[in-house]
């Protein structure tokens, strides 16, 4: 009886998939040209990656505890480590240079794409796989961006990206009001598979 349901969903799925194959076939043989050489200017980002602490607060104050000097060794020399993985405790940290100081230069020292161009441009553009996708350089996701592809997302453009902490915590803001929407979509997926038999 079981199997009875599930042969149509498995040719749906199945179908689609084709679909799909299909239509990646296509635009690779009709001249299509899913990397681009130079980012949209658009799709780069206009303020730095949302300044908190992503390894979770818990986290970023044992470090801090465990080995002071090295933890204000991190947040002084490590830009990955002193904007998104524990930017709120360095902050509040008497042993770490202020944001505002050290921020660009943090940067501009490690001003690269940590996958290659190859995968930033089809990221920044959104093509290829990342094209029915809601990520980008400046969304919720920006401290993937700033992780994945720095340069090519334009987090190394300093006349358009300003390093400043209050820039930082309004890109938090606007990070906020992203997972407010994707909570909306969630739960209206939800509410209409509830609905479906």
């Known amino acids: 009886m079981l199997y009875r349901y599930n042969v149509p969903i ?3 799925v199945v179908v689609s998939w084709l679909g799909l194959v299909q239509i990646a076939v296509g635009r690779k043989y009709r001249g299509y040209n899913t990397v681009t050489s130079a980012p949209s200017t658009a799709r780069r980002t206009s303020k730095p990656p949302c300044c908190k602490d992503m390894l979770s607060t818990m986290t970023c104050q044992r470090l801090q ?3 002071e000097q090295h933890f204000g060794r991190r947040c ?3 830009a990955e480590f002193r904007l998104i993985q524990c930017c709120s405790t360095c902050n509040k940290y008497e042993g770490a240079d202020s944001y505002d100081s050290l921020a660009e230069k943090l940067v501009a020292d490690n001003c690269f794409d940590r ?7 089809r990221y920044v553009n959104n093509t290829d796989v990342w094209s029915m996708k809601q990520w980008s350089c400046d969304s919720q996701n920006s401290h993937v961006a ?3 592809c720095r340069k090519s997302c334009g987090f190394c453009d300093f006349s358009k990206v300003n390093y400043t902490l209050q820039n930082a915590l309004e890109a938090c803001q606007y990070a906020r009001d992203g997972w407010k929407d994707r909570l909306r979509r969630r739960l209206y997926v939800e509410k209409m598979n509830r609905v479906l038999p």
């Open 115 to 121: 996958y290659g161009d190859n995968f930033c441009q």
């Open 10 to 12: 498995l040719l749906v």
């Open 76 to 78: 002084n020399n490590d």
């Open 65 to 67: 505890r465990v080995n």
């Open 146 to 148: 700033f992780r994945s």
